[in-house]
Every structure is written in structure tokens, then in C-alpha cells.
């Protein structure tokens, strides 16, 4: 049994938070900056045909969250403030555009709630435990480590 172990691979365990920081960072810098290289009032508009309130400001506060969380995450510095905007963004996209598609949408309606849930685990992580010792969070003292063990 000791064997499934993968006790070798247990000596990087701490490496885990920085790997999530990583890739959940990029993925949503990358869609701020979509957002913003589209144009905000193209967004906007999308924002409105969905109903959401105030699309144009919204289109905003999306977009920055996105984009600022993103790299937030990749620096490991404010960490669990961007994972929970990020949480908080993810879920009222899912709320709004995802409900009706479901978890693996059809090819012709886009794509489900997958991606943004695979998310929003990887920002509870941080959130949870923390940025890790890798991160600018743990170097300026901004963050003691929470309940991890790294």
C-alpha cells in the first residue's frame, strides 16, 4: 500500500499552491484581457443583452477583476482578496449565463459551467489555505501561511 503512496511526490506538496496561483492566474488574466482588448462596450453590451444591471460599469468591474485578480494570483500577493473576487466572479457568471447551458453544454451552446468551476476550486484553494511560501503575499508578511503545512 505504502507503494500508492507517492511518497516522493509528497516532498513537493509545496509547490501545489503556486502551480493553482499559476494557472488559474493566467487563465483569468487572460480573459480581463480579452474582455479589454474587445472593447468595454462591446462587453458591455453583451453584459446588457444578458440583463445584468448597469452592464457599462459592470463591463468594468468584470473585466478589472478578471484581469487584476489574474496577476494578482500569478504574484501570490493579495492572494485570497483576488481568489475571492474571482470566487464571486465566476459564480454570478455561472448564475447568469451557465445555469441554462449546464455543467458540459451541447456543441451549439457554447460552453458550460466546466471551466469556471475547475476555477473556483483552484481559487477556494488559495483562499483556504493560502498563497504558499512561493508567493509575495509570504515574503512581505502579508500572509503567516493560514492551515498550511508547507
Known amino acids: 500500500m505504502n507503494a500508492l503512496a507517492l511518497t516522493p511526490l509528497s516532498r513537493l506538496a509545496g509547490l501545489a499552491p503556486l502551480i493553482v496561483r499559476l494557472i488559474a492566474g493566467t487563465i483569468m488574466a487572460a480573459h480581463g484581457w480579452q474582455k479589454l482588448v474587445g472593447g468595454l462596450g462591446n462587453f458591455g453590451q453583451f453584459l446588457g443583452q444578458l440583463g445584468v444591471p448597469l452592464p457599462g460599469l459592470m ?29 464571486i466572479n465566476l459564480t454570478v457568471a455561472i448564475l447568469l449565463v451557465k445555469v441554462n447551458v449546464g455543467l458540459i ?16 476550486a483552484g481559487f477556494l484553494t488559495v483562499l483556504l489555505l493560502g498563497p504558499g511560501k512561493l508567493s509575495l503575499d509570504r515574503m512581505l508578511g502579508l500572509d503567516g501561511g493560514g492551515t498550511e503545512k508547507t
Open 59 to 87: 463591463a468594468y468591474v468584470v473585466t478589472l477583476v478578471e484581469l487584476l485578480g489574474g496577476v494578482l494570483l500569478i504574484l501570490g500577493l493579495l492572494s485570497r482578496l483576488a481568489a475571492l473576487l474571482l470566487t
Open 105 to 120: 453544454a451541447p456543441p451549439e451552446a457554447g460552453a458550460g459551467a466546466e471551466l469556471d468551476l475547475a476555477l473556483i
